[in-house]
């Protein structure tokens, strides 16, 4: 048994053809073929079962391939944190950020991270908490910017900030003018959330209670996994949603005179860095925190949040500024 053996089944086990897994570890077919033989004689296992198309891992096989991919990870973690004692920080990350963040919170702290670690190659994925969780679990991933905590997850979570929410109300009405808002204040009828899937639906129904109100449909049917198409939807139907506070930051002045806060405590949601609970470049880790929180507004950093005054968002830098 030899690591190469190991980084074959892997491949196939995500190309599920033996033709492709090839292709991407640079042998032949016949080769690839004759050496995962091999190890599946040595084992006395049949890893792959060769009659189904596409090809799948038998049970024992599933089995085997995890092991494969916690030992190939070890060993590129070993040589990663050898490079890193002889070089310092360099290399690649590869990093997941949820949709509902990441064009807030990218921008934030970016520019200065590639400027300090100039020898870091950040490969970032724009994806799915589970997307995220599963690439993760596979090493496919090194990290993930995510909402926390997560259920049933035996992986390791780094709390970094909490990120309150807050109503973007496009129209004028007898509660509107009030100071805070409530969540039985919010007209359902009028609401629009992210498609199914999303994390930031699931926790604004969870935290505001909305699951409990019946709610009508719009004439307008319509899916988006993007906030800034929800906001749009919201101006032109004079509409409701309701947005993570680092969203606030990117409004326009006109845009700003929409935000109503929900009266504290506010909810919010975590987030944190989730990583394998294996994952071994604590150096890169604690980098990648420093960075994050150097550019998060204090008030953040902690669960029990104080009370944030309209003004203090509303004055916060915009894309026009």
Known sequence: MNLQQLEYI???????????????????QATLSMMIKKLEEELHTVIFDRSQQPIVPTPAGEKIIAQARLILSHVNKL?????EEKNGLQGECKLGIIPTLAPYLLPLFLHDFLKTYPHIKLRISELTTEEMIERIRKHQLDAGLMATPIEGNQLKEIPLFYEQFVVYQVKADRKYHKKYVL????DVNRLWLLEEGHCLRTQIINLCELKHKTRELHALDFETGSLE???????????????????VRYLSPHQKKWIRFF????????????VHPHFARINM??????????????????????????????TAPSIED
Request: proline content about 7%; aromatic content about 2%; glycine content about 2%.
């Open 285 to 314: 880790l604690n980098a990648l925190k420093k960075s994050i929180l150097s550019h998060i507004p204090e008030h953040m950093k902690s669960r029990k949040q104080k009370e944030i005054i309209p003004t203090t968002l509303s």
């Open 229 to 247: 198409m929800l906001k749009k939807i919201v101006e032109s139907t004079e509409g409701i949603t309701i947005l993570p506070e680092l969203a």
């Open 183 to 186: 969540a039985s204040d919010i």
């Open 10 to 28: 892997v491949a196939v086990d995500e190309c599920r053809q033996f033709v492709m897994a090839a292709e991407k570890c640079y042998v032949t």
């Open 79 to 83: 040589k990663a944190l050898v490079e």
């Open 263 to 274: 009266k504290p405590p506010a909810p919010v949601r975590e987030i944190s860095l989730v």
